[in-house]
C-alpha cells in the first residue's frame, strides 16, 4: 500500500475512500483513468490494491496503463469480465457519461462492485478536458439509469465559499462540498 496522505488532503481522502471498499472488488478489476501522470504521483495509483487481475485503462497512453481504450466503447470481448471497476476523478473528463457508463455496466459480472469518486465544487482542469461536475443525486440517476443497483452516494471535503446570492446588503457564508463518492451493484 501507497505511503499515507492525510484525510483532510483532497487525494487523501479519495484514496481511503477507494481502500474502504476494495476488499469487495473481487479478483479481477479494471481501473478506469490508471494513468499516473508524473512518475512522483505515487498517490493516484490504486493497482496495489489489486486481491488479482488488475487492468488499467486510459485514453492517453502512460505509466500504469495496459490497455489505451475508450470508455465510450470498450471491447466487445470484455462483456461480464471484471468482478469489480474503480473509476477514480475520472467521470468529470467523460464527454458522455450517460453511454459510458452502461459500458462499464456490460464488462461488469452481475452482483460486481463499482467503486466511484467524481468532483462536485473544484477548478476546472483537463486531462485532456474537463466537462461535468455531479451532484449525489445526479451521480445515483445516472447510474441507476445505466443499470447498476444498489447505488449509495455520499459527499466528502468541503470548500468555502462567500456569495451574495440577490444583491442584498452582506454576504452569505457556504460550505460546499468538494467531491461526490459512489459505490454499486452491476
Known sequence: MASRLPLTSVRGRIRAYVERHAPGLGDDVLE????????????CTNRDLAQGAWTGIDIQAGDGVDL????HA??????????????SEVLEHVARPWLALPELRRVMRPGGLL??????????HGYPDDFYRYSRSGLALLLSDAGFRD???EYAGEIPITLNDHGEPGVAHRRLPLHVFAVARA
Open 32 to 43: 478506469v483513468g490508471s494513468r499516473v501522470h508524473t512518475p512522483a504521483a505515487w498517490w
Open 68 to 71: 489505451v481504450a475508450d470508455l
Open 74 to 87: 470498450l471491447p466487445a470481448e470484455w462483456a461480464g469480465r471484471f468482478s469489480g471497476v474503480v473509476c
Open 115 to 124: 467503486v466511484m469518486t467524481t468532483l462536485f465544487a473544484f477548478p476546472e
Open 151 to 153: 447505488v449509495s452516494t
